[in-house]
Every structure is written in structure tokens, then in C-alpha cells.
């Protein structure tokens, strides 16, 4: 009506609980060995919480209010009155889902700096507040001009969250920055306060690089015919490995706790995000950079001086890698026959990037 703000409307659905049971017990039956089961009262918690929008609201006013300082971040107003439950009221906003790439690039939108705001919206949820969207997939990311002409990232659809407690926070914190500068004590000690049993393992699955001991064991360091051999053909001592290596892996998502379940969901949905704007933007450096700011270690001047140079460095070494595999992906664009059937590798190099 005239004079009157937009509004929209979300109404719950009661069969969710049974479709995702069904779902989770036919998987674990077509897939023995990795245990969907086990994660099923974690995400009916999770999914409890994302029906009730009580409590989505909340999330909605916390994101708001906790992250007030970006002044790029638009949360839409939550109508309490015209909500309950099971109905959820709230300000309609315009912009366009990160979804459609095209579409925003299209309108004008440069990728570098919607990345650059979208990745300091999670990370400062991640390592400052704690109070985490675990749901930041591109359709819940809208972008659109503010009255002033900027850029501005809308954040909708706050029902999935997890609350981290600010010693676990700080110390997922630490654990980043540390895997960064080869702090391996350090990681080894909030590795085990975040209650990992293998913070080695995990600090190569979050960053996509062999760590520590699994660096020592040439995990993903096999190469030509070696990496190519049967299990059967190995020595006893390469199957020794091997088997060492895919039960730390195993029992690592086993034991994940259910706080870094949702946080391990967020990284990855952003990095997914940043792959598809073809990787404007070293999206590790920037969620190191809040994680250093949020990170209590008590140093002296020296200490953080010599973390600083091994910061710098490590991006230094990435930087360089990464222009490398730009240039080596336009030398194959340009100058290599695709034969068919021929695997490219343009996406896999991104992806390592992203």
C-alpha cells in the first residue's frame, strides 16, 4: 500500500524432519564407512532451530547489532508483531543473489569487492563474535547499490546458526593463525582445546596443503607412477601410511565437534562463492588478518615481530604461487590443444586457489 514498506512473509513447513531422516538413513546405507547417522541428532537440532523463527529472529537482531560496525552489511527488520513461531515478518530487500554471477556482474557489481565485504561479514562472525550464519549459501547473499551508490551485501534467511563459546572462538582463532606461521606447538595446543584429536589432519583439510605430520607422511606429496600405484603394489610400509592416514581422516569428521560442524559448513559455502567470481580475492589472508586481531596470545614485542615477518612471508610464497598458476593457466588457455576427452585442469587450479 501506499506509504508502506514492502514485506515478507516465511511460513514453516512440517515435513522437514522425516525428508531429511530418510534422506540421511538412505545415504548410510548406500555408503558404508562414513557415518551420516551419527551427525543426525546434531542436525536435527540445527534443523529445529532453522523451523523455529523465534529463534531465527534473534539470530537475525544478533547478526544486526553485533556486526553494526560494517556499514555495508544490511540485515533485513524483523516485524516481532506479525511473527511467531511458525511465521516469520520481515522488511523485504531488493538485490541480486549472488546465484546469478552474470547477472551481478552485469549490473555493474565489481566481484574483488563484493568477496572482499562478503568474506569480513563471516570471518568477523568466525573469529570475533562468535555468533555464526551457518547457512551463507549464494542464494541467502544479496548485493545492490545503498542510497549513496555502494555497494551493499544483504544477508537474509538467519535460521541456521552456531554460537561459539569465546574461549573456543579464541582458540579457532589461534589454531588459524598458527597453521599460517608454522606456529606447530601452538597449533597443537588449540588444536586440543577445540577438541581435535588430529589438529594435523585438520589444519590440511581446512587449508588444502599437507601440515605438519601429514606433511612427514608425503600425504598428497605422490607423484607420477608412485601416486599411481595400485594399494596391492605398495610396500608394506607405503599401505602402513596409507591406512594411518585415512583413519586419521575418518576419526577426525567422526569426533568433529558439532560447533566446528556448522563453522567447517560456513568456510566452505564462502570459498565455494569466491570460486564461482573466478577467485578475485585471497579469501585465507583475509580471514587470517580477523583471526590474527581476535587471536589472545600473549606475546612480547619480539615474539609477535618474528609471527608478523612469518606472516607476510607465507602470503608472500602464496602470492607468488598463485600469479604462477594464473600465468601457467593463461599459457594453457591460449597455446594447448584440448583434445577430447582431455581433463582440464583450469578449475582444479582454482579451486586450490580459492
Known amino acids: 500500500r501506499a506509504g508502506r514498506a514492502e514485506a515478507v512473509v516465511s511460513t514453516q513447513s512440517t515435513g522437514d524432519k522425516g525428508t531429511c531422516l530418510f534422506l540421511l538413513t538412505v545415504l548410510d546405507w548406500f555408503i558404508p564407512g562414513i557415518p551420516f547417522l551419527n551427525v543426525m541428532p546434531h542436525v536435527f537440532d540445527g534443523l529445529e532451530k532453522e523451523l523455529d523463527f523465534v529463534s531465527e529472529s534473534y539470530n537475525s537482531e544478533a547478526c544486526k547489532n553485533e556486526l553494526k560496525d560494517l556499514d555495508f552489511l544490511y540485515v533485513p527488520a524483523v516485524h516481532h508483531k506479525l511473527s511467531s513461531k511458525r511465521i516469520l515478518t520481515m522488511d523485504f530487500a531488493e538485490g541480486i543473489s549472488l546465484v546469478d554471477t ?21 570471518s568477523e562472525q568466525i573469529f570475533r563474535t562468535g555468533t555464526i550464519h551457518s547457512d551463507p549459501h549464494p542464494g541467502n547473499i544479496l548485493v545492490r547499490k545503498n542510497k549513496s551508490g555502494k555497494l551493499e551485501v544483504v544477508v537474509i534467511d538467519h535460521g541456521l546458526y552456531e554460537r ?32 581435535l584429536n588430529y589438529p594435523d589432519m585438520m589444519a590440511t583439510l581446512l587449508f588444502f596443503k599437507p601440515y605438519g605430520k601429514m606433511k612427514e607422511m608425503g600425504f598428497g606429496g605422490m607423484h607420477g607412477e608412485k601416486r599411481r600405484k595400485k594399494f596391492e603394489d605398495m610396500t608394506e610400509e607405503e599401505k602402513k601410511k596409507v591406512e594411518e592416514i585415512r583413519h586419521m581422516g575418518h576419526d577426525t569428521l567422526d569426533s ?26 585471497n579469501r585465507v589472508r583475509l580471514m587470517a588478518e580477523i583471526a590474527v586481531r581476535n587471536s589472545k596470545k600473549n606475546e612480547d614485542f619480539i615474539t609477535n615481530l618474528k609471527s608478523q615477518a612469518k606472516f607476510e612471508w607465507h602470503f608472500f610464497v602464496l602470492d607468488v604461487r598463485n600469479w604462477i598458476l594464473s600465468w601457467t593457466l593463461w599459457f594453457y588457455s591460449w597455446f594447448v590443444k584440448k583434445e577430447e576427452g582431455k581433463v582440464d585442469v583450469s578449475q582444479a587450479a582454482l579451486f586450490l586457489k580459492a
Open 102 to 122: 552474470e547477472k551481478v556482474k552485469a549490473a555493474g557489481h565489481d566481484g574483488k569487492e563484493i568477496m572482499t565485504k562478503v568474506i569480513r561479514i563471516f
Open 164 to 195: 561459539l563459546p569465546t574461549q573456543y572462538r579464541e582458540a579457532f582463532a589461534s589454531f588459524w593463525h598458527s597453521v599460517i606461521i608454522d606456529d606447530y606447538e601452538e597449533v597443537q595446543r588449540s588444536g586440543k582445546l577445540l577438541g
Open 256 to 281: 568433529l565437534p558439532k560447533e566446528l560442524a556448522l563453522v567447517f559448513r560456513n568456510i566452505r559455502l564462502i570459498q565455494g562463492i569466491n570460486l564461482s567470481f573466478g577467485v578475485p580475492v
